[in-house]
């Protein structure tokens, strides 16, 4: 067996150097370049312990749940290094690579020998199931004379098909059968390159640069025009350009984004979806398929122009924001096949809201940060960065939501999709510790002359402008107090752009149907530099921008004025009518029926009700909850009201995100049942 491993591993060859070019070489059109995950530690008090979480309770556990699901024995069969029948699942290759990707961006921000030696086995058994051609799925490449195979007639073989007959045969018509071959090759891609980029260790991404190279060949525009996958793919290739700066993997990346067919029968309006996505207007379909794809796209703009890609990708964004994104971040109106609705058409109850859609829109308006330049994407990042991603995964990092729900009772509690917390491994428990731990990747950004600090998460940076090196410290209480230091290192003359966040401003996401309050003046901020207090406008792209020499030893403090904020929707999105939403700083509140002790969505917190925040714990956590007054079956009373990413932590109970303010404006047809819902994806 041992010698087949290392054959499997020296098949591979001499793979080419890293020649990691600037960003600015790679990505000419964009407005910012990312910051090497290398040249930022995270380092603060409300981030650095869920990682923490990430690499020692929940990496553990979902490895031990992949290999009790055989879904890395797969790998060892199909290598010949175990006898066995395989596992088949929905895409089961991607939970291993998305677990391998959330272990590299972990091990890169703290080591720990043990997880690195247990991913450091499993690469090499990936690296040895991998066959000469470079591809790599292992449901797609046993026959069924083979005594690993499973029967013709099992559920999974008949709905995805299986052996090296249904390579690449996924096509709309036939949808689901043989899709997530692209999906899972590039998952692989993000894998190997985070392993790499965290660990210095190159098996994984040398494999998945072969498995690249066979993906460039076989797909030219006409065999692209007639397939049809889960769009993912498209950011695994431009995370290997980035890598590498080989164009065969840009011009392939766009190839996929202009003309995969991401179209189900299922989807609503296929006239739309199916189109080009360079002639798409508005955004239908799967919610995790299109927020890859268009993750995938604004990557491919940031380094080829593509100017009718950036337009689609301008209306598209418009199109989620504007009328298809519910408050919390979240897509996904429950309608049947986990797809975008039709426009203000959100109705409370039945909300799907998976967390990968959140993490994908997230990951998408990161990219159309780094392309436009524009302050509004960095706050749809931290919007989800609180709030609808972070509430996916459990305080003790144990258990996992897959929908993120606003309003609910206890009623119907069944599982993930229902809101119940469960321990278990598919798309979503694999996707969260990536999320977090990857949460480093979108702290900064820079351009030519100077660093953008999209989000105020404590850390170090030491990166290269220009040709000098600048480098900082970020000291962060900015959960709690809406506070931020930045202490400098190295001194220079650069420009440093603080982003202004959204909650200080009238509307919670720009162009949205979201709005806060006007009760008041609207909360300000003050910016001190080396104890004095200067005077810094916001620019058009929503920054503070100072430009001087800075020295060694500076000090940068900027506070923003955390209140709480009520957040109304316009009445376009029917559903809301009569109802609020709670906000401090970059969080939003939630009431939980622990605290408050009945249905939660009976309370009202009529609209001249004071709120008042004020440190508590929840469980092992330090956090800031909300205490107010509200009406009990027209009663005066009190409520309690907690984070909404820590819903669901303590028990089953009743949970609003949008409590009644006006029970005469309540619209009572959107507070229907949740349909079933289809995980194929």
Known sequence: ??????????????????????????????????????????????????????????????????????????????AGLKAGKLRLYNAPDSDVYKLLEAAGLSLGESPCPALKARCDSIIAVIVAAQDSSGYLHTQYMLDFDHPAAPSPTQKNVKTFGFGPANRWRSLKSNWPFAYSQLYCAGHMMEAGAAYYEGTGERALLDAAIRFADLICRVFDESRIRTYADHPEVEIGLMKLYALTGEARYRECAERMCRHINFSRPVDLHPEENSKPLAEQRCAYGHCVRTAYLYTGAAEVVRAAGCRDLSGAMDRLWASVVGGKMYLHGGTGNGTNAEQHGEKYDLPIEPAYCECCASIAQAQ????????????????????????????????????????NKLNIGTENRKNRHSGVRETYLFCCPSKLPVFVAGVGRWIYAKDGAGIYVNQYVGSRLRTQVGRQTVAFRQISDYVRAGTSRIEFESG?????????????KR??????????????????????????????????????????????????????????????????????????????????????????GCDVRSLVIPASAEIRASKARILTEKTVILKGACLRNGQPGRFVAIPYFMWENRGISSMVLLPVEDPTRINKEHSEEASEYNTYG
């Not at 104890?531 to 500076?554: F, N, P």
Request: aromatic share 10%.
């Open 1 to 78: 067996m041992m010698k087949k491993l290392i054959a499997g591993l020296l098949f591979l060859g001499a793979s080419f150097d890293i020649v990691r070019a600037g960003d600015a070489d790679l990505f000419p059109y964009s407005a910012l370049q990312a910051v090497d995950a290398a040249d930022v530690a995270v380092e603060d008090a409300f981030w650095s312990p869920r990682i923490r979480i990430i690499q020692q309770t929940t990496l553990p556990l979902l490895l031990d749940l992949a290999e009790k699901q055989g879904k890395i024995d797969n790998f060892r069969i199909v």
């Open 364 to 403: 998408w308006n990161h990219a159309m940060n780094l392309l436009k330049g524009d302050a509004e994407y960095a706050s749809l990042v931290e919007l989800e960065m609180y709030n609808n991603a972070l509430a996916g995964i459990s305080l003790d990092g144990r258990r996992f939501f897959y929908s």
């Open 492 to 504: 220079g003359h650069f420009v440093v752009h603080l982003r202004v966040p959204q909650w200080l």
């Open 507 to 596: 509307e919670l996401v720009p162009h949205s149907p979201y709005r806060f309050g006007s009760q008041g003046a609207v909360p300000g901020y003050t910016v001190r530099l080396n104890g004095h207090r200067i005077e810094v406008a916001e620019d058009s792209r929503g920054y503070l921008t100072l430009e001087r020499d800075w020295k060694a030893g500076d000090r940068l403090d900027i506070r923003f004025e955390v209140e709480v904020r009520r957040i109304y929707t316009d009445d376009s999105v029917a559903a809301n009518r009569g109802r609020v939403a709670l906000m401090r700083g970059p969080l939003l509140y939630c009431l939980e029926g622990i605290d408050n």
